[in-house]
């Protein structure tokens, strides 16, 4: 997918160059609200994936990259880790500073109440 395994490329640099280009194309959209680092990112099961990880995803160096590119280049609109972070029944995983809600879904209209208690 990156040229490296599934999760993350192997050439961390490369990929944060590329993270500039894109903020810098990207910063004066008036439709851009946020910068997302991925979508319903989960941890990455092993440690020792091969690219450094520790079992973070995205990888330390490439969230602290991402994170500085952005402050650097476009200082007015925050930045989220991952849209959801969905780890089945346990929301104890939920971290707010990570990802914008705990659950994905439903697919369809929710009540407005239920919606809130599902997502804090």
Known sequence: RFAGDYD??????AYLH?????????????????????????????ADSGNGSGGVSPPSDIEAGIKQVISDIDGTRPYVTSS?????????FFDPEKSLGPKDGPYGILDEQLFFDRNP
Do not use: C, Q
């Open 84 to 92: 959801v972070m969905e780890a089945g029944d346990d929301e104890s």
């Open 18 to 46: 590329n993270v500039w280009d894109t903020v810098k194309r990207l910063r004066n959209h008036p439709s851009l609200a946020w910068y997302g680092g991925g979508n319903e990112l989960f941890p990455i099961a092993d």
């Open 8 to 13: 993350w490329p192997l050439d961390h640099e």
